[in-house]
T-cell receptor, first 114, second 113 residues
Framework: GQQVMQIPQYQHVQEGEDFTTYCNSSTTLSNIQWYKQRPGGHPVFLIQLVKSGEVKKQKRLTFQFGEAKKNSSLHITATQTTDVGTYFC??????????????FGKGTKLSVKP | KAGVTQTPRYLIKTRGQQVTLSCSPI?????VSWYQQTPGQGLQFLFEYFSETQRNKGNFPGRFSGRQFSNSRSEMNVSTLELGDSALYLCASSLQGLQETQYFGPGTRLLVL
């Protein structure tokens, strides 16, 4: 079936270390969205990437969309304890027809040790 | 603006029963989508409604259905509940659809006994 694979499943870092999570799809995506979910909370939108090879930055967060629009990554520089949570990518496939589907990766749970 | 609201927040049902969950989108948003979140399967897209019509649908059985009203409020119904339906059900709204930012509600946690 349609899948977006996300790795790693868990990441434990020391505060100040960098963190990266990767998403990969077997088919081309219309766009990819990234969300963060804090423990006990709901997903909160971070960013959307649409163009092939697109790179966007938000302070310490850098998001990339692959040239083939099949993979994406989120990199956090110098993690802080406020970065704790689960990061999800969501790939949009087939939009425009009735089979459009927003497919979420399983998420990467980030813990940060002070 | 007020955020997305979902009712009820918690629900306990028994196998075989049916359940209806409600979602009120952000004012002005016409698209409402529904998701199931479980520890094992993660977040899975159920369906999207826009202007009272189901526009996109994920891979869930027909026991899962929904509808949208003229004020964009949406309901999701699950019939003949199974133990595996225990999950957090999230709805999200956006102005025009899945290609935009999804604003999630707090979710309804459903436990099926």
């Amino acid at each position: 079936g349609q899948q977006v694979m996300q790795i790693p499943q868990y990441q434990h870092v020391q505060e100040g270390e960098d963190f990266t999570t990767y998403c990969n799809s077997s088919t081309t995506l219309s766009n990819i969205q990234w969300y963060k979910q804090r423990p006990g909370g709901h997903p909160v939108f971070l960013i959307q990437l649409v163009k092939s090879g697109e790179v966007k930055k938000q302070k310490r967060l850098t998001f990339q969309f692959g040239e083939a629009k099949k993979n994406s990554s989120l990199h956090i520089t110098a993690t802080q304890t406020t970065d704790v949570g689960t990061y999800f990518c969501a790939g949009l496939k087939g939009y425009g027809g009735s089979q459009g589907n927003l497919i979420f990766g399983k998420g990467t749970k980030l813990s940060v040790k002070p | 603006k007020a955020g997305v609201t979902q009712t009820p927040r918690y629900l306990i049902k028994t196998r075989g029963q049916q359940v209806t969950l409600s979602c009120s989108p952000i004012s002005g948003h016409r698209s409402v989508s529904w998701y199931q979140q479980t520890p094992g399967q993660g977040l899975q897209f159920l369906f999207e409604y826009f202007s009272e019509t189901q526009r996109n649908k994920g891979n869930f059985p027909g026991r899962f259905s929904g509808r949208q009203f003229s004020n964009s409020r949406s309901e999701m119904n699950v019939s003949t509940l199974e133990l595996g339906d225990s999950a957090l059900y999230l709805c999200a709204s956006s102005l025009q659809g899945l290609q935009e930012t999804q604003y999630f509600g707090p979710g309804t946690r459903l436990l099926v006994l």
